[in-house]
């Protein structure tokens, strides 16, 4: 199979050749840090930054080295994840968020609407949409990817966040919550104002790119802990599976046949039937944290959503290349049969990851991956 009919087979929950492979995407590429230990263990120059602002701990994006590790996937960019981003050092950024620099990453700071009413949420600068695009640079990249290469292309998210994450920036995370059961009308108003702005950046994307691309990637948001949701899934139902609804229709309104990725870290099995009921094709990352059964969920829901991710960034990225060897098996073993599943790590690679972890963890994919067919049995490669 070539890259592009890989990846198609799996979401198709066909068995494909071998396991498909992904990096570089929204909640799944490689930070700054880390990204200059490979380029001095490969003896490389750094590419230019697709996010010129580097206002993200992610700014940089590097064919050769998914070549090199023949990732199944390359990705597009609308370029309102870096216009909308703060300054490199700080600052605001275009939904009026203060940011500050600690180390090598930054934290939102006071937030704008913390004192706010109703009435003050019409009059609020929310962030110009069309100011905040390079439809030039997005085009020329899907025309290439899909007209001189095999690759499945996937449109990495148009913001950083969705409707709960932005929410509580804005509000601030206590007040929203408190929001949430004691003030349906702002809340209601505040989260109406956001995916606004998220369905017109949305639209743009999909006016720009939507013949080229076969994975749409939505803005990241977090409904969940290492341990437990952060909300009930009541109220999930109630504020923001109807926010969803709109922006997966959008996308399928544009392209029938494009897959819809949703990011959600933590233990959000308590999401996923309302996820599938929304149109959601694809949950990443599917963090391997104790409070979620890997095996239940793809007994469950594995006929009807793909999984993309499930490898841990934290202790088997961060040891020995052992440990990474005997992750990439575990999670095919759990994941991979009967297609559905697309491995990646599960969150951004982070400046603690030895390179050559890096490099052990697609190898590992490579060879784990692929399934052994014989009069007897399926198995995987070992």
Known sequence: MDHRERVLTALAHQQPDRVPLALWGSAYGITDGLYYNLLHELGWKPLPPFRPRKGHTVNYYDDRILDLIDADIRHVWLGSTDLASPPAEGGADAWGVPWRRAGGYLFPGDPPLAQATVEDLEDYPWPKVESLVRREELLERARYLRGETDYAVAARA???????EQACQLRGTEQFMIDLLTDEDFAVALIHQIVGVLHRWLEIYLDTVAPYIDIMELPGDDYASQTAPLISPRLFDKYFKPCW??????????????????????????????????????????????????????????????????????????????????????????????????????????????????????????????????????????
């Open 245 to 382: 609804q709109k922006l997966v229709g959008l996308v399928k309104q544009a392209s029938a046949c494009t897959y819809v990725l949703f990011h959600s870290d933590g233990a959000v099995a308590p999401f996923i039937a309302s996820l599938l009921e929304v149109g959601v094709d694809i949950l990443h990352p599917l963090e391997p944290v104790p409070a979620t059964d890997m095996a239940a969920v793809k007994r469950e829901y594995g006929q009807r959503l793909s999984f993309l991710g499930g490898i841990d960034i934290k202790q088997a990225m961060t040891g020995p290349e052992e440990g990474v060897m005997a992750e990439v098996r575990r999670r095919i073993e759990l994941l991979a049969d009967g297609g559905g599943y697309i491995l990646a790590p599960s969150n951004h690679l982070q400046p603690d990851v030895p390179p050559r972890n890096v490099f052990a963890l697609f190898q590992a994919a490579r060879r784990y991956g692929v399934r052994q067919f014989t009069c007897q049995a399926l198995s995987w490669a070992s």
């Open 158 to 164: 148009v913001a950083s966040y969705g409707p709960f």
